[in-house]
Protein backbone atom coordinates (compact mmCIF):
# COMPACT_ATOMS: atom_id res chain seq x y z
CA UNK A 1 0.00 0.00 0.00
CA UNK A 2 1.32 3.48 -0.83
CA UNK A 3 1.09 6.66 1.46
CA UNK A 4 1.54 9.03 -1.68
CA UNK A 5 -0.41 8.49 -4.83
CA UNK A 6 0.99 10.06 -7.97
CA UNK A 7 -1.90 11.26 -10.78
CA UNK A 8 -1.25 10.16 -13.82
CA UNK A 9 0.51 13.15 -14.72
CA UNK A 10 2.67 12.53 -12.27
CA UNK A 11 1.84 14.74 -9.66
CA UNK A 12 1.40 13.94 -5.81
CA UNK A 13 -2.28 13.97 -4.74
CA UNK A 14 -1.44 12.93 -0.96
CA UNK A 15 -2.44 10.21 0.64
CA UNK A 16 -4.62 7.28 -0.59
CA UNK A 17 -8.46 6.44 1.21
CA UNK A 18 -6.62 3.22 2.33
CA UNK A 19 -4.04 5.01 4.13
CA UNK A 20 -6.15 7.29 5.74
CA UNK A 21 -8.51 4.67 6.94
CA UNK A 22 -5.64 2.94 8.56
CA UNK A 23 -4.23 6.12 9.79
CA UNK A 24 -7.56 7.06 11.76
CA UNK A 25 -7.71 3.40 12.77
CA UNK A 26 -3.99 3.19 14.34
CA UNK A 27 -4.94 6.80 15.78
CA UNK A 28 -8.17 5.60 17.48
CA UNK A 29 -6.52 2.16 18.38
CA UNK A 30 -3.63 3.89 20.18
CA UNK A 31 -5.95 6.37 22.17
CA UNK A 32 -7.67 2.89 23.53
CA UNK A 33 -4.23 1.36 24.28
CA UNK A 34 -2.76 4.72 26.14
CA UNK A 35 -6.17 5.32 28.03
CA UNK A 36 -6.14 1.49 29.50
CA UNK A 37 -1.85 2.11 30.27
CA UNK A 38 -2.53 5.41 32.37
CA UNK A 39 -5.61 3.69 34.54
CA UNK A 40 -2.64 0.74 35.21
CA UNK A 41 -0.42 2.70 35.95
CA UNK A 42 -2.34 4.88 37.86
CA UNK A 43 -3.80 2.08 40.18
CA UNK A 44 -0.10 2.88 42.67
CA UNK A 45 -0.67 6.49 42.49
CA UNK A 46 -4.58 5.94 43.32
CA UNK A 47 -4.28 3.97 46.21
CA UNK A 48 -1.00 6.09 47.90
CA UNK A 49 -3.73 9.22 47.15
CA UNK A 50 -6.75 8.33 48.55
CA UNK A 51 -5.62 6.23 51.09
CA UNK A 52 -7.42 3.47 49.83
CA UNK A 53 -7.22 -0.44 49.86
CA UNK A 54 -6.17 -2.64 46.66
CA UNK A 55 -10.01 -3.50 46.32
CA UNK A 56 -11.14 -0.04 45.98
CA UNK A 57 -8.49 1.19 43.67
CA UNK A 58 -9.35 -2.43 41.47
CA UNK A 59 -13.08 -1.09 41.32
CA UNK A 60 -11.77 1.76 38.94
CA UNK A 61 -10.30 -0.83 37.09
CA UNK A 62 -12.96 -3.06 36.71
CA UNK A 63 -15.78 -0.13 35.90
CA UNK A 64 -13.45 0.89 33.45
CA UNK A 65 -13.29 -2.49 31.15
CA UNK A 66 -16.85 -3.87 31.74
CA UNK A 67 -17.84 -0.23 30.75
CA UNK A 68 -14.98 0.16 27.99
CA UNK A 69 -16.53 -3.55 26.54
CA UNK A 70 -20.38 -2.49 27.15
CA UNK A 71 -19.92 0.72 25.07
CA UNK A 72 -17.73 -1.00 22.58
CA UNK A 73 -21.03 -3.15 21.66
CA UNK A 74 -23.07 -0.30 21.73
CA UNK A 75 -20.95 1.41 19.47
CA UNK A 76 -20.85 -1.18 16.76
CA UNK A 77 -24.62 -1.25 16.67
CA UNK A 78 -25.11 2.78 16.24
CA UNK A 79 -22.33 2.37 13.35
CA UNK A 80 -24.24 -0.49 11.66
CA UNK A 81 -27.19 2.10 11.59
CA UNK A 82 -25.95 5.70 11.68
CA UNK A 83 -23.07 4.93 10.16
CA UNK A 84 -19.22 3.90 11.35
CA UNK A 85 -17.86 7.67 9.94
CA UNK A 86 -20.10 9.24 12.28
CA UNK A 87 -19.74 7.06 15.04
CA UNK A 88 -16.35 7.04 14.89
CA UNK A 89 -15.93 10.90 14.93
CA UNK A 90 -18.32 11.79 17.69
CA UNK A 91 -17.16 8.94 19.31
CA UNK A 92 -13.66 10.82 20.41
CA UNK A 93 -15.78 13.71 21.87
CA UNK A 94 -17.52 11.91 24.29
CA UNK A 95 -14.95 10.48 25.34
CA UNK A 96 -12.83 13.54 26.09
CA UNK A 97 -15.91 14.73 27.35
CA UNK A 98 -16.35 12.05 29.82
CA UNK A 99 -12.84 11.56 30.62
CA UNK A 100 -12.01 15.67 32.22
CA UNK A 101 -13.78 14.86 35.10
CA UNK A 102 -12.44 11.97 35.88
CA UNK A 103 -8.82 13.44 35.52
CA UNK A 104 -10.33 16.63 37.80
CA UNK A 105 -11.89 14.54 40.58
CA UNK A 106 -10.60 14.43 44.05
CA UNK A 107 -12.49 11.43 45.61
CA UNK A 108 -11.88 8.06 44.73
CA UNK A 109 -15.80 7.41 44.35
CA UNK A 110 -15.87 10.26 42.00
CA UNK A 111 -13.72 8.36 39.58
CA UNK A 112 -15.42 5.11 40.12
CA UNK A 113 -18.24 7.18 38.77
CA UNK A 114 -16.89 8.75 36.03
CA UNK A 115 -15.02 5.64 34.91
CA UNK A 116 -18.67 4.18 34.85
CA UNK A 117 -20.28 7.60 32.77
Known amino acids: MSFIVRSPSG ?12 AV ?23 KEFRSSASA ?22 ADRYGRRRIYTTGPL ?6 FPCQSSSQENVIVVDQVM
Open 11 to 22: RVRGMSRGAKVL
Open 57 to 78: VSWVWSAYSIVFAAVLLASGRL
Open 94 to 99: VWFGYR
Open 25 to 47: TVIGASMTVLDTTIVNVARDTLS
